[in-house]
């Protein structure tokens, strides 16, 4: 089952910060925060992941509340070409329940 | 680097067949886990293989089976084909059992009439 809860859908302004929200109030110790996003009928993309710092990559920034509980997604400088699924995933990386758990994840639309 | 990749993209099948997928996974990777993707359940997690064995399976009927090659390279096969198999199938690659980032390739988009 999956973990986290996220708005179904959001708009955002072309060239404007996308920051998209996830709660993951019972995240454990050893479970980092993951993000994919999914281009309508193509394989998930992955884009960033933490376990209790912020990360930036070329892609976008993670920031992670410290009690952990939940994370925003930012997508600096949204274009069209950002509109999809984006899932918030809570997962541990060794043991048998290391597969990516997917919830129903938030339809990001950027407007032009 | 070459991502993964799937083969057939695209599969028509009637009830009752059965039909093999393929993945590839990114050169180096040794883990590979399966996914299906339906309007109604979403994503699920099928099973995943690592050095030519099953280390995690979801909870799906044994008509599911899969197995990996000493290459990576990874197969599963659906049996009896129902109505309900209609799906995107998604593999996807990561390093090995201890690593992380998995990717995912396009997927292989299975109609059953």
């Known amino acids: 089952d999956a973990k986290t809860t996220q708005p179904p859908s959001m708009d955002c302004a072309e060239g404007r910060a996308a920051n998209l929200p996830c709660n993951h109030s019972?995240?454990?110790?050893?479970?980092?925060v993951y993000w994919y996003r999914q281009i309508h009928s193509q394989g998930p993309q992955y884009i960033i992941h933490?376990?209790?710092n912020n990360e930036t990559n070329e892609m976008a920034s993670l920031i992670i509340t410290e009690d952990r509980k939940s994370s925003t997604l930012i997508l600096p400088h949204a274009t069209l070409r950002d509109t999809a699924v984006y899932y918030c995933?809570?997962?541990?990386?060794?043991?048998?329940?290391?597969?990516?758990?997917f919830g129903s994840g938030t339809q990001l639309t950027v407007l032009p | 680097k070459a991502g993964v990749t799937q083969t057939p993209r695209y599969l028509i099948k009637t009830r009752g067949q059965q039909v093999t997928l393929s993945c590839s996974p990114i050169?180096?990777?040794?883990?590979v886990s399966w996914y299906q993707q339906t309007p109604g359940q979403g994503l699920q997690f099928l099973f995943e293989?690592?050095?030519?064995?099953?280390?995690n399976k979801g909870n799906f009927p044994g008509r599911f089976s899969g197995r990996q090659f000493s290459n990576s390279r990874s197969e599963m096969n659906v049996s009896t084909l129902e109505l309900g198999d209609s799906a995107l199938y998604l593999c996807?690659?990561?390093?090995?059992?201890?690593?992380?980032?998995?990717?995912f390739g396009p997927g292989t988009r299975l109609t059953v009439l």
């Open positions: 996807a690659s990561s390093l090995g059992w201890r690593a992380d980032t998995q990717y």
């Open positions: 019972t995240i454990s110790g050893n479970e980092y």
């Open positions: 933490g376990l209790k």
């Open positions: 995933i809570v997962r541990v990386l060794q043991g048998s329940a290391r597969q990516l758990t």
């Open positions: 050169s180096g990777h040794r883990s």
């Open positions: 293989y690592f050095s030519e064995t099953q280390r």
